[in-house]
Structures are given as C-alpha cells and as structure tokens.
C-alpha cells in the first residue's frame, strides 16, 4: 500500500449502500407527493368537473401556472417565499409541498377525464336507481372513470417520481444529490452516474412496462 | 403582514438581460426540438419495421430517456461523458441531453401514430401505383402528423421547461441568468418570480401559435 494522503478514493460498498439509502429518500418523498398530490387532484377534477363557471375562472389558470413554469423554478421560489410569509420549512419539507401541488396539478386533468369517460346516461340511470349522487360517484364514477385514466395516473406519479431529482436543488440529499457527493468525492462520475441511473431505471421501467401491459389488455 | 422589503428595481435594470436569455432558451429548445423530431422518427421507424442489433439499439434509446430522470440525463452528458475527456460545452449539454430526451418520447408517440394508420392506406396507395416513398410521405405521414400534432405541442412546452435544468450545469440560459442575477444582488424571490412569469409567457405563447397552426394546418 502507498503512504500518499489523497482527498479521493475509490468507490467501495459503503457508497453504495450510501446511493440504496438515498434512493430510499427519493422513493419516499415521491410517494408522500404523489399520495397526496393524488387526492389533492382528484378533488381539483371534480371541482373542474362540477364547478362550472367558478372552476373555469379560478382553479384551473391556477392549475395552469403550474403546468407552465419549470419545476425548479417553482422550487427555488417556493423555498424562498415560504420565510417571507414566517414558514420556516427545510428542503424536504418545501419538497413535498411543492411536488405534491404540481401531481396535483397534473392529476386534476387526468381526474376530470376520468369522470368525462362516464357517460351520462350511465350515471343517469343509477340515480334514477335511488343511488344517491356521491354513491354514484364512489361505486359508478370512480371504478369506471379510474379504470379509463389509471395507465395515464401511471404516467405522471412515474413523472413526479422522475421529477423529485429536482429537490436536490434545495439540498435534499436523494439520489441524484448522494451521486453527486460521491462523484466530488471519489472522482468517477461515470460508474457512479450509471449506478444512479439504473436506481432510476429500476424503480421506473417495471412500473411504466405493468402500465403499459395493462393498458393493452384493457384496450381489448 | 411581510417582514421583507421586495426590490423590483434591479429586475427591471436587468430585464432585457433577461428577455435575451429567454430567446436563448427558446434557441435551445427549438433546435433540441427538431433534432428530436428527425431521431424520434428514425427511431419510431426503426421499433417498426426492423429486428435485431437495430432494434436493441432504438429501444434502449426510448427506454432509458423514458425513465431516467431528465436532471439525471443532463448530468451524464455534463459529467459522464467527462470521464472518457469528452468535455462539451455547456449549450452543447443542455442541446444533447434535450435531444436525446425528446428523441425517446416523440419515438413512442411517433411509433403510436404509425400503428393508428390501417395497413390497408398503404396497400391501397401502392395499388394506385405510387411508390413506397410516395405513399409514405404523402399518404402515410400527413395522417400520422395530424395524429401526433398535439403530442409535439406538448413536447415543445415540456421541451422549454426542461432546459431550466442548464443553470444546474452552468449554461445562462433564462434560468441560469437569473440565477446568476440573484445570487449577485441577493434579491432570489424576484429574480426567480419574474422569470416564472417570463416563462409562463413563453409557454402561452408556444401554446397559442400552435392553436393558429392548427387551425390553418387542419383545415379539412
């Protein structure tokens, strides 16, 4: 062995354990976003849905801003905004709140679809079975409409998920943060890239292929 | 209610700095844009009609921009690639990453419109004696550009959004050039709302162009 005192050294099984971890961070903090951007946006559907005038003019330009400005953006300014009105929320906490608004944003559009793939007579007739109008919604809408949009739901929690990389900005240490410590550290970008990469891949490819299947199964 | 004075005066100082970004970031997105578009196609094209290394090679190619984070992407070609000495430029990063991303979504929006034209359009144009690249470039990809018309619409916006990612490999793009701004006067929260409102406008824009389009383009 040398005696050279070097700030670098090699990439060893600790730092991959230290990448498991934070893809760990990143698999919670989507599923904390997408959870409660999910509901959030299905309220926000039906809200567009059934609210007409007042919807269309407040809710979804609203919504649209969200839709319009890059993530990071969003981001940076929330984590700069929130001191200013006495919220004192650390980078996973800023995160969150604002994955959790742009899912919502972006399921309320998939949610007002779904509940547009219900035809009207069918709903209708269930009322006019004496089913009142949130059982209707909970046993007619819901399985029928969610079985319609469920491939593209997928396709956006699978987008934030891609998305929550960007939280790194603020210092939340995820997996695209832990790599890049690691590259400062032991200078090999490219393997420890490509291991990232593949954590990635591996959370997404499945799920994206279970979609993708069960879209064509239903299409039958 | 707010413990914060807003200073606007140095935005405004700075705003033409900051439209000029914005035509750069506009550039970049074009250019990525049809790029895209030419490999997009190839790649569609290539999924097919063909087997083998070739087929290996496109679909790889869309899934691994499918899902991989965009971020993640960037700092490949940023990083990754340095470790072979290939050290591009950051325009040259933000430009190959947002191709190499925009090739792998438009291929499978592409690769759909293909498969939503009957097989018969093509048999019928042949009979009528054009040859294959007749009918493929006047039968076959005007149906299949009215299909993926919007898709490509939405990829352009996405496209927009997506090069934000620059100011994180250092390109003064809209949003690298403001961050540049902020963190030079201190005055983040305006530096970034501003360019929030910068890029909404972009995307409106971009949106309302290709409703115009649209309306000329498909008239019949």
Redesign the interface.
């Known amino acids: 062995m040398e005696p050279s005192l070097s700030f670098f050294s090699d990439f060893n099984i600790n730092d991959f354990w230290f990448l498991g971890q934070a893809a760990v961070r990143t698999l919670w903090i989507s599923l904390l976003s997408i959870s409660l951007g999910t509901v959030l946006g299905i309220f926000f559907g039906w809200a567009l849905y059934e609210g007409k005038l007042a919807a269309t003019l407040t809710l979804a330009p609203l919504l649209d ?1 969200f839709r ?7 981001l ?2 929330f984590y ?2 929130a001191p ?3 919220l004192n929320l650390d980078p996973f906490g800023s995160g969150v709140v604002i994955l959790t608004i742009y899912t919502s944003a972006l399921v309320a559009n998939v949610a007002r679809g779904g509940i547009e793939a219900v035809g009207k007579p069918l709903r209708n007739a269930a009322r006019s079975l004496g089913i009142s109008y949130w059982q209707d919604l909970r046993y007619i809408v819901f399985p029928i409409g969610g079985r319609a949009v469920f491939p593209a739901w997928v396709g956006v929690a ?1 987008g934030v998920m ?2 929550s ?2 939280v ?2 603020l210092g939340y240490v995820e997996l ?1 943060k832990a ?2 410590i690691l ?1 400062t550290r032991t200078q ?4 420890i ?2 291991v ?2 593949a954590f ?2 591996a959370l ?2 499945p799920i ?1 292929r279970y979609a993708a299947n069960l879209e064509k199964s239903w299409a039958q | ?4 004075n807003f200073h606007w005066r140095p935005v405004l100082k700075t705003l033409p700095d900051l439209i000029d970004a914005a035509l750069l970031t506009l550039q970049v997105a074009i250019l990525a844009m049809l790029i895209g578009i030419v490999i997009g196609l190839c790649l569609a094209l290539i999924r097919l009609h063909m087997k083998g290394s070739l087929y290996w090679f496109a679909t790889s190619w869309v ?2 921009a ?7 992407q960037l ?2 070609f940023g ?6 000495g290939l050290h591009l430029s950051p325009y040259l990063i933000v430009l190959t990453a947002l191709s190499f991303n925009c090739a792998g979504y438009l291929a499978e929006n592409f690769r759909g419109g293909f498969l939503a034209i009957p097989d018969t359009q093509m048999r019928s144009a042949r009979s009528l004696g054009m040859t294959a690249w007749q009918a493929y470039t006047r039968i076959v990809i005007p149906q299949v550009f009215r299909i993926v018309y919007h898709p490509i619409t939405n990829q352009i ?1 996405w496209c927009v ?2 090069s ?2 620059g ?2 490999v250092g390109f003064r793009e809209l ?1 690298g050039e403001t961050q540049f701004f902020a963190s030079r006067t201190f005055r ?2 305006e530096y ?2 501003a ?2 409102v910068i ?2 406008v972009i ?2 824009l971009i949106l309302v162009a290709s409703r115009i389009l649209a309306a000329r383009l498909f008239r019949y």
Do not use: C, H, W
């Open positions: 801003v319009s400005v890059p993530l990071i953006i969003q940076v300014l700069n905004f200013i009105v006495g699978l891609k998305d990389a960007l790194s900005v695209l790599s890049q590259i090999e970008p490219f393997l890239l490509i990232a990469g990635y891949f997404s490819y994206s | 209610m707010f413990d914060y899934e691994l499918r899902n991989t984070p965009a971020l993640f700092f490949f990083f990754g690639l340095g470790a072979f916006v959004l997506m934000s990612l100011m994180l949003s983040i929260f970034f709302a360019t929030a890029y909404y995307v409106k």
